[in-house]
């Protein structure tokens, strides 16, 4: 699970949006502080973007880059922070800019924020480095005793909420050595470099820093773990709070875990930090001693400010990692033996589960976040539960204030009725993990249930037992528990005889139509930032919103394509955003201008296109990644398809340009540095893609060469797994999916096959059409779920088994597992599931796509990568070549 999602639930119950967006109330705690509704100075300019509100001197002449000065604050103590702040650097002419909310503070500083700006509540700008050192030194003393937690990234200045760093002033970008968009300063060869913005202190090589940080970096290296007797062995986990360490005791040997905590930082829902919450765990843990189902405290210790507790190994693994070690779904046809073995095994666990579960109750103390990731699986099967930060008495009246997306509570459930829920959704989980849709409609429970008891044979009333637990009191879906019922829009509320799933997807063309209709139903024409709702993505990078990948540009496609119709006002609001891109909008296919471009020409809107394009050949191409998702590789097929339609031989020129760079060697294409990232959209099935049309249209050998070569690169971080199955090896992990898994490299092997015979290919092909058999698969987006297995297995020409329309429809049916609705209307949940979502790479977008590709009348597919036997703009098959017909399946009342 990605914590980072989490923040971006609490602004609306249905979709993903950037926090800045929370509905503000009172009771919630997302009272604007009064500062952010002062009058703006006579002669200073004010600007509120994001999770800031600046205010600068209109006539102020601050560098692009230099030493900036950021303040810390605790909830209680920020508003006083704030207020003697401004009233001092108004009165002394500096810019500055801060968090203008108590709710943005304290998610900024949640458990699971963002470690590298964690912390920041106000940034000054000094002018200069003169100005700086008085700066620094005088808030140093204004706010002298002040708490507030350390910023990570930044020198702290003594044992105040004063930090310094050397970055940017002003948002510049340049790409850094994987061809990632980063924040960016100048070099001293005026060269931009990367802005390293992690949660470690560093500063630029070039960099001096002024005589008076010395003794604040001495104090800074002097703080260290040296004479502990403990040695740390590997950290197992971050958070914003600190640190899960594996060490050993080195006056036993005995194996240890030490869980760090860091004052005043990883907030949970109810404002207390690491430091409360580990004091929490200790106590708990201390209550609940002798038992065989929780680890002992050995020690608890602080070194400077960071407090430590010792607690016992637990030699096993979570229970979440087995899945992929035997859950019988991840397998193409599990036989009845298989899914009673694992239906054994399941309930036991459950069993041990709640038994231990009820010795803890029956210590007095409630565990309050039960969930996949804190249960320990112990070699001989036995279970062990883990994490009680959250912890607290049987008879505390507080509600749940940390939990997992997939087991957290209503709100109306206190003490044992929070873990109680956690069982239910236990009984579903083992079976299912999509637990994390109850969050958008716990009704969800009983299809859930439906779809375990037709898959696994266990006692319906094991499972209805858990939907009567869920759905008890549920007459309307949760958002996030922070979010008040006020706030839910009326409309986003399924009736009581709404169902659940609208209508299945491989009932086209009603399906069609429904997830047609939910995208419309969902865009926000008013707003700029973006018109459909779709993945945190959209709010990561400039003009998100816009892009195919995420934003609107995608959507548009998906509506085009699959013969759900045109949206001219989703056009006509996407040419208006283009008229002035957003600045420092990426150049990328999926994440910038060159999608957006191509997509208005094939919508048709050839003026704006070539305006775009026009700007794309103004940019430097040379430090871009070599990739289809964001760099050359993307670009160059988007400029030559452009150029195919229009003529324009710049395009052209630009294109055979982006060739060359992709062909380049580097740690990215010659396998010697590093392991890179392998698939369609990161790795070189997406380079051997560009090469691959390239060759279709100037019929140069060496174009195909290059293609195979960069299959053969991306078949080299592939592995076999059960059944013989090819996916990608990312070392902790293996990947099927058509993003970054083996699916992908599957249809750019295909494709190449169609033009020159290769028996590994073929043989590699069909192994990896086993990687599309699986019965499960965690999320339904296209590019790391089920629908990308639904238009993979519609379009390859392996003659591998498991490519007919019996297979295509069977991840029909496991798409439909989970669907969702949306005002009545047939969509789908986006990355880690937790809110919908409507765009391509992740949403509904994407497998209305997928589906379409299938069940459509008229044949769909993804840009580049069109259904077999679809001419290309440049395409003529080589003799002898027969190209297979779309695996489309009928549908009652189908068309020609």
């Not at 930060?389 to 008879?395: L, M, Q, W």
């Amino acid at each position: 699970m990605n914590k980072g999602y989490a923040v971006y639930c609490d602004a609306d119950p249905c979709f993903y949006d950037a926090p800045h967006r929370t509905v503000s109330t009172a009771g919630a705690g997302r009272t604007r502080y009064a500062a952010a509704s002062w009058p703006v100075p006579e002669g200073w300019q004010r600007n509120e973007s994001g999770d800031w509100l600046a205010l600068r001197p209109v006539d102020a002449q601050l560098p692009d880059q230099g030493w900036k000065i950021h303040v810390a604050a605790c909830l209680d103590n920020a508003e006083s922070v704030l207020e003697r702040v401004w009233r001092y650097c108004v009165d002394g002419g500096t810019a500055f800019k801060f968090v203008p909310s108590r709710y943005l503070l304290h998610q900024r500083n949640a458990k699971y924020a963002d470690r590298a700006g964690s912390g920041k509540f106000i940034t000054v700008y000094p002018a200069d480095e003169e100005r700086f050192e008085q700066l620094a030194g005088e808030l140093e003393r204004l706010l002298a005793g002040e708490p507030g937690p350390h910023i990570l990234s930044d020198l702290r200045l003594g044992d105040g909420p004063v930090h310094v760093r050397y970055g940017g002033f002003t948002r510049r970008n340049c790409y850094d050595a994987q061809g990632e968009l980063r924040p960016a300063v100048t070099g001293p060869d005026g060269v931009l470099v990367p802005d390293l913005r992690g949660p470690v202190f560093r500063i630029p090589d070039w960099v001096e820093p002024p005589a008076f940080l010395r003794p604040h970096l001495e104090a800074r290296n002097a703080l260290t773990v040296a004479g502990l007797p403990y040695a740390i062995e590997s950290a197992l986990h971050f958070s914003n709070g600190g640190g899960v360490y594996l060490a050993r005791d080195s006056r036993t040997g005995q194996r240890v875990v030490l869980k760090e905590a860091r004052p005043h930082a990883g907030l949970a829902a109810d404002g207390a930090d690491a430091v409360t919450r580990l004091d929490r765990e200790r106590r708990a843990l201390e209550r609940l001693s002798g038992l065989d189902c929780t680890p002992e405290v050995l020690d608890h210790f602080t070194v400077g400010e960071h407090h430590f507790l010792v607690l016992e190994h637990i030699d096993g693994k979570p229970l979440n990692t087995f899945f992929a070690r035997r859950h019988p779904l991840i397998e193409a046809d599990p036989g009845a033996e298989r899914l009673a073995e694992y239906t054994a095994w399941a309930l036991d666990v459950h069993a041990q589960v709640e038994r231990a579960v009820e010795s803890v109750h029956a210590r007095g103390v409630v565990f309050n976040d039960l969930h996949l990731f804190n249960i320990m699986i112990r070699e001989d099967d036995s279970v062990a539960l883990l994490d009680f930060e959250a912890a607290h008495e049987v008879g505390e009246a507080g509600r749940q204030t940390v939990a997992n997306p997939g087991f957290v509570a209503p709100s109306d459930r206190r003490g044992v009725a929070v873990d109680r829920y956690a069982l239910a959704c236990l009984r579903l989980a083992l079976f299912l993990p999509l637990t994390s849709l109850l969050a958008l409609d716990r009704r969800k429970a009983a299809h859930l249930a439906d779809v375990v008891a037709a898959q696994f044979p266990v006692d319906r009333a094991f499972l209805d037992a858990a939907v009567d637990e869920i759905t008890d009191r549920a007459t309307e879906p949760v958002g996030a528990p922070a979010v008040p019922r006020a706030a839910v829009p009326r409309a986003a509320v399924p009736r009581a005889d709404e169902p659940v799933v609208p209508v299945r997807p491989d009932d086209w063309p009603r399906s069609r139509d429904s997830m047609a209709a939910a995208v419309l139903a969902s865009a926000t024409p008013s707003r700029t930032d973006r018109l459909y709702p779709g993945d945190i993505a959209q709010f990561g990078t400039a003009g998100g919103g816009l892009a195919f990948g995420h934003g609107a540009a995608g959507v548009l496609y998906a509506l085009a394509e699959s013969g759900a119709g045109r949206h001219e006002d989703g056009e006509q609001w996407l040419l208006e955003r283009t008229k002035q891109p957003p600045s420092g909008m990426p150049l990328g296919f999926h994440d910038g201008l060159a999608g957006v471009a191509w997509t208005l020409e094939h919508l048709g809107h050839r003026d704006r296109a070539l305006d775009l394009a026009e700007l794309l050949l103004d940019q430097p191409f040379d430090d871009l990644a070599p990739d289809l998702h964001s760099g050359t590789a993307g670009l160059g097929l988007a400029l030559d398809s452009l150029a195919a339609a229009t003529g324009e031989s710049a395009l052209r020129s630009a294109a055979r340009r982006c060739a060359e760079l992709t062909a380049r060697p580097g740690p990215a294409s010659d396998g010697t540095t590093g392991r890179g990232r392998a698939g369609l959209l990161h790795g070189a099935a997406g380079r051997a893609l560009l090469f691959l049309r390239l060759y279709e249209a100037d019929r140069d050998p060496a174009l195909l060469d290059l293609a195979r070569d960069e299959l053969r690169r991306d078949l080299d971080r592939c592995v076999r797994g059960a059944g013989g199955a090819l996916q990608v090896d990312e070392g902790w992990r293996t990947m099927p999916y058509l993003g970054a898994g083996s699916v992908g490299i599957g249809m750019v092997l295909d494709d190449y096959l169609a033009h020159r015979e290769d028996e590994e290919f073929d043989r590699a092909r069909g192994e990896i059409v086993a990687a599309a058999q699986a019965m499960f698969y965690a999320q339904p987006g296209l590019y790391r779920g089920v629908a990308g297995m639904v238009l993979y297995l519609g379009r390859t020409t392996a003659g591998a088994p498991g490519t007919g329309p019996a297979a295509v429809r069977r991840q029909l049916d496991a798409l439909s597992w989970h669907a969702m609705s949306y005002r009545g209307r047939l969509a789908f949940p986006g990355e880690q599931m937790m809110r919908l979502s409507m765009d391509l790479s992740t949403g509904t977008a994407g497998c209305l796509l997928a589906v379409a590709s299938v069940c459509g009348g008229r044949p769909s597919g993804l840009p580049f990568l069109p259904p077999p036997g679809i001419r290309r703009p440049h395409d003529s098959a080589p003799p002898g070549v027969v190209m297979k017909e779309p695996n489309l399946l009928p549908y009652e009342g189908k068309t020609s």
